[in-house]
């Protein structure tokens, strides 16, 4: 084979070769977007089961029962769902304080519960007759890694409200969270039945300690922190039976939308939540009757009441972070309102 000739095949061979990988490396480039979609579609999880709402929780009837005031969520039956084994925090208030009056039970104790598995330290308050359920607060909170500090003591004098603050700041080592959310309801058929005792209990622990709490504690709020009332769906449709409680209701709602105007210009947001009929030791204490109690919550569109645990992520989200524009709002959580 003379020279010319094997030039011309070697130029050949080198011609379909670079042809040959070409079309490999086009191949593979074509193929890679399958492939990679086949990887994606098999670590895609599985979607999360739907729950009907209407059944996730219990529905009336209700036995009826009752208790002496404040009353206490472990002898009620069914007793309340606050989160103690549902929720699962993600680290959304790492490193945060909370104060969380009425932390013993109902959305008090959901919240606290929440906020430590979401990575709080929380200071609840109570009444000593309810030391038997905040004690399972606390004991919740602790086992979470968090700190728990059990402060109990009636809110209805401004001396105990200054006090709770400063215990509370001092064994948390601050404070940025704060939820005024304990709160006295007490049906009445008449207002000629109201005392002026009964009316000034109420009026005192609803109204007057969420205004000395948080005037306390605001030299210890930094930008960033959330004020958090619980108000109710009384504020805007109050029952025949329920005439002091709504109008502290009322009152609960003009706070947070007041203060979160004054407050908002130094960084600190104020909001409230607002139930529906949720199942909490107010309602077999005296809060309901019970005619009522039977039915409770049997009139709402999902028919049943709600528990304290499914209110317990929208105390996150307002003392969250990644809610910081909300200020000054009323969130409702009514299942879906009365159906008449």
């Known amino acids: 084979m003379n020279d010319d000739r094997a030039d011309a095949i070697s130029r050949r061979q080198l011609v379909c070769g670079v042809a040959l990988s070409a079309a490999a490396s086009a191949a593979a480039t074509l193929a890679a977007p399958a492939a990679a979609q086949g990887t994606m579609a098999a670590t895609v999880p599985r979607q999360a089961a739907r729950i009907d709402p209407r059944t996730k929780h219990p ?51 959901a919240a606290a519960i929440a906020f430590a598995r979401e990575g709080a330290d929380v200071a ?104 958090i009332l619980t108000a109710s769906e009384q504020a805007e449709d109050p029952s025949a039976d329920l005439f002091d409680y709504a109008q502290t209701k009322a009152a609960n709602v003009n706070f947070v939308k007041s203060l979160a105007k004054q407050l908002g210009p130094r960084g600190i947001r ?12 107010l309602q077999v204490s005296g809060g309901a009757t019970q005619e009522k109690l039977v039915q409770f919550g049997g009139d709402s569109a999902l028919g049943r009441p709600g528990q304290p645990a499914e209110l317990a992520s929208i105390y996150v989200q307002l003392a969250a972070d990644d809610g910081s524009y909300a200020s000054g709002a009323v969130y409702g959580a009514r299942g879906g309102g009365k159906r008449s």
């Open 59 to 109: 529905r009336p009837p209700f036995q009826r029962q009752s208790q002496p005031w404040p009353g206490l969520a472990s002898e009620m039956v069914p007793r309340p769902d606050h989160g103690e084994t549902s929720y699962r925090g993600s680290g959304r208030l790492a490193g945060r304080k909370a104060l969380v009056t009425g932390g013993d039970s109902g959305m008090g104790r």
């Open 124 to 227: 609840i308050n109570y009444l000593p007759a309810e030391e038997s359920d905040a004690r399972e607060v606390i004991d919740l909170i602790r086992r979470d890694g968090r700190r728990g500090v059990a402060i109990p003591g009636d809110i209805r004098t401004e001396r105990f409200c200054n006090q709770l603050v400063a215990r509370a700041v001092r064994e948390l080592g601050g404070l940025d969270i704060l939820v005024n959310n304990a709160g006295r309801q007490q049906t009445h058929a008449s207002i000629a039945d109201i005392s002026a005792d009964q009316f000034d209990w109420t009026m005192k622990t609803n109204i007057y300690a969420p205004f000395w709490i948080t005037k306390a504690a605001l030299p210890s709020l930094a930008p960033g922190s959330a004020i």
């Open 270 to 281: 104020v909001n409230a939540v607002a139930p529906g009929p949720i199942w909490t030791p």
